[in-house]
């Protein structure tokens, strides 16, 4: 193989592997930012159904300082919350830490995802 086709084969090898790797890295870095504020609960479903009225009033408060306070399933918590990629990770006060999978975030509706006793859920909020 030609010394100068060599040459460009191996430029654009590594432009695209780091194209790549930049985009990875990019792909989520606004979920950190998005998620900061006051949601409100608009849809629980699980196993695939809505199941919303079983649940009744649910919110989440996200600060810019990485502690929330939320109200769900008739408990009040407050903890520390930290987004790593598509993950939310929380821990509350004197509790084990657990982390959801954010399935969808823009400026005013949040989807997450999770996973209680094997039984797959999803949270609909949007923002306060």
Known sequence: MNHSIMHIWIRFGCTLVFSLAFMAGCTYS???EYIVGKWKGVKWESEGK????QIGDYWFDFRDDNTYASFFGGVDEQGKYYVEGNRLYTKADGENEIVVEIRSLTQDTLRIGMNRGGVPETL?????
């Open 30 to 32: 606004h979920y950190d």
């Open 124 to 128: 609909v909020l949007a923002r306060e």
């Open 50 to 53: 809505d199941r919303s009225s």
